[in-house]
């Protein structure tokens, strides 16, 4: 210990130098990492692939889109986890997208994409799903949702929905894509126990 702080007294210009550049390092990583994070949170970035896709074009002036008070739901807020730990697994988890955008193209042309729609829209109803719907919750919730104001419609299925244990994909799927071929996630779930 002593000789460590013996070293520091004697080289103290480079010592400052050290613990400098070690706080500026730390200091643009965290910036950088943020940056990553801010970056790949915009529409523009999920865009930059998904026009392609289909799924922009969809998406557009759907309720989530454009409505009456112009509060909007982006791509991530559906798609991407809220906290932190989640968030960045999902940003890992997205990186294989790479792989299908550059290495070995999955969705590229309108027939790949179709021919993959049923199954990467099962994998986002099992993930919403098992997370209770909680992109949805995150800004509809429902503690906060004022039964009186729904249309009857809504309001009966709702309380049959809560008495059932059901989730909010389980009855509102395709709401900002086209619906998909093959069962939708009230079959893809029947077996399942109820959350
Ligand atoms: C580098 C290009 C690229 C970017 C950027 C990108 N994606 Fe993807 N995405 C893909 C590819 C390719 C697939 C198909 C992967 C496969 O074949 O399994 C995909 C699949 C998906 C799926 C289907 C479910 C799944 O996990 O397979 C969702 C949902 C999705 N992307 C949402 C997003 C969102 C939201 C963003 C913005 C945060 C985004 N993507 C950004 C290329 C991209
Ligand atoms: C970023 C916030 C946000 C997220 C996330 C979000 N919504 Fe919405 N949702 C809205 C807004 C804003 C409206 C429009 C309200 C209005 O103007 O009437 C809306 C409207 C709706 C409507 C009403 C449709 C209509 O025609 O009246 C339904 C149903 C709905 N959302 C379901 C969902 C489901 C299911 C999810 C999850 C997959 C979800 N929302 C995720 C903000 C969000
Ligand atoms: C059991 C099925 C079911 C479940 C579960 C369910 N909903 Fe609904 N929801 C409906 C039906 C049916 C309507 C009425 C649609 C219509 O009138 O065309 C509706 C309407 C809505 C509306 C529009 C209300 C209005 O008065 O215009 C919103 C917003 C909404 N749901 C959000 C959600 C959210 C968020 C969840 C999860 C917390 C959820 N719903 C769970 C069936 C369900
Ligand atoms: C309001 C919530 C919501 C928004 C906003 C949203 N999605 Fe989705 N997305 C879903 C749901 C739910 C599914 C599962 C399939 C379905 O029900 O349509 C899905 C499915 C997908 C899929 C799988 C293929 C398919 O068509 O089913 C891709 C890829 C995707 N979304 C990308 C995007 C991109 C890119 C954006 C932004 C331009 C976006 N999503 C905006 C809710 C949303």
């Known amino acids: ?53 289909y799924n ?49 193209p999955s969705i590229d042309t309108p027939e790949k994409f179709e021919a993959k729609r049923a199954v990467m829209a099962q994998t986002v109803w099992r993930t919403m799903k098992a997370n209770d719907s909680h992109q949805c919750r995150s800004c509809h919730r429902e503690d906060k949702m004022n039964l009186e104001l729904q249309t009857a419609k809504a309001k009966s299925r709702h309380a049959k929905g809560k008495a059932e244990g059901k989730t909010c994909i389980e009855c509102h799927f395709a709401i900002a894509h086209k619906e998909p071929e093959g069962p939708g996630p009230a079959e893809l779930f029947a077996d399942e126990p109820a959350k």
């Open 56 to 104: 922009f074009a969809e998406y557009k002036g759907t309720i989530h889109d454009t409505n009456r008070t112009g509060v909007r739901a982006i791509c991530t807020d559906c798609h991407v986890p809220h906290e932190p730990g989640p968030l960045v697994l999902a940003k890992l988890k997205a990186t294989k997208d790479l792989y299908y955008t550059y290495i070995s």
């Open 1 to 53: 210990m002593k000789s460590i702080f013996r070293w520091i007294r004697q080289r103290w210009m480079l010592s400052m130098g050290i613990a400098a550049l070690l706080g500026v390092f730390s200091v643009s990583v965290g910036i950088s990492g943020a940056y990553v994070l801010a970056h790949t949170s915009t529409e523009e970035f999920c865009v930059s692939c998904h026009e392609m896709s």
